[in-house]
């Protein structure tokens, strides 16, 4: 883990929540904190380039407006984004996810040289796809989650190949695209009944495939707290897919944070995280638990 890791709080009461989904915070009209408290620091970085797939565990990252991005230092060939590769389908062109193909959260996604990327999961083979793919390309508008619709680039019928045996074990039937960034998400089409909710959430709050936010922070005595509830059952921060994992504070304590400091990056609270039936998939064998846990002690 990097220096500088010293995780700060200031003012603000938010939605009682047990997860904290925060957003890098632009510099607007809003005034940024001058005082900050010490309540803990940042244990882990995590980083998913395919939404659905495995993460990167990572030493740091650069924290973007659209999300976490792999450091230049630690990486020298194509720097990867948090959650800037989508699995859909080729006829509706909607996005697919664990929460219907639980294996998917083995699929590897990782850097081969400045213009490829690696897919592998288990039984397959490799595959190196292009990013950006070569020109010319086929752009896609995915829709994602309650009907948003997002813009991507299509990598390629080998990649499609890959991905349709490897999730659908048939020749046809899912595709991959890329965001390269260059056209923000419209969440007040989108997301407006939210919006009139969550006061802090704007345009500037998405990020490239994720559900919503461009990141999202976990405090482990939360997760602590929850498997002490649970019969015989126990999960752990991965279940629930975050980029920062912190320590210290209390359980439940970020419930109340509305701003964050971390080295020389502020965030700012725009939503609790809600999380689905993501969190009841093993992360590390692609197995959903029988029960339904952690949701079903979630919803007590």
């Not at 925060?22 to 380039?49: C, M």
């Not at 390309?137 to 009907?147: A, D, N």
């Not at 602590?224 to 994992?245: A, G, H, I, S």
């Not at 502020?266 to 093993?282: G, K, P, Q, Y």
Request: include cysteine.
């Amino acid at each position: 883990m990097a220096n500088n890791t010293t995780l700060y709080v200031a003012g603000g009461a938010t939605a009682a929540t047990i997860l904290g989904a925060l957003i890098y915070w632009r510099k607007r009209k809003e005034i940024i904190p001058w005082t900050w408290e010490e309540v803990g620091s940042l244990k882990e970085i995590d980083l998913y380039p395919l939404k659905s797939g495995h993460r990167i565990e990572l030493n740091r990252a650069d924290v973007t407006e659209l999300g976490l991005r792999q450091a230049p230092e630690d990486q020298k060939g194509l720097l990867l984004r948090d959650r800037f590769l989508v699995v859909y389908s080729d006829k509706e062109n909607e996005f697919r996810t664990a929460r219907t193909y639980p294996k998917m959260v083995l699929i590897d996604v990782a850097a081969h040289d400045a213009e490829h990327v690696s897919l592998d999961a288990p039984t397959m083979r490799p595959l190196y796809v292009r990013i950006p793919p070569q020109k010319p390309h086929k752009e896609v508008q995915v829709t994602l989650f309650q009907g948003e619709v997002v813009n991507g680039i299509d990598c390629g019928d080998e990649a499609a190949l890959w991905l349709s045996r490897y999730i659908l074990e048939k020749d046809s039937g899912l595709r991959l695209a890329y965001n390269d960034c260059s056209k923000r998400r419209e969440l007040d089409k989108y997301q407006s009944k939210l919006m009139k909710f969550y006061k802090n959430l704007t345009n500037f709050s998405g990020g490239l495939y994720q559900d919503l936010t461009s990141v999202m922070m976990v405090n482990k005595n939360s997760v602590l707290d929850l498997n002490e509830r649970m019969n015989n059952y126990q999960v752990t921060p991965k279940n629930f897919r975050q980029n920062l994992l912190v320590e210290g504070p209390p359980a439940y304590d970020e419930d109340k944070w509305e701003w964050v400091k971390i080295g020389n990056v502020v965030f700012r609270s725009v939503a609790e995280c809600t999380r689905c039936i993501m969190t009841t998939i093993d992360p590390e064998n692609g197995i959903r638990s029988s029960n339904r846990e952690p949701l079903k002690t979630l919803e007590q």
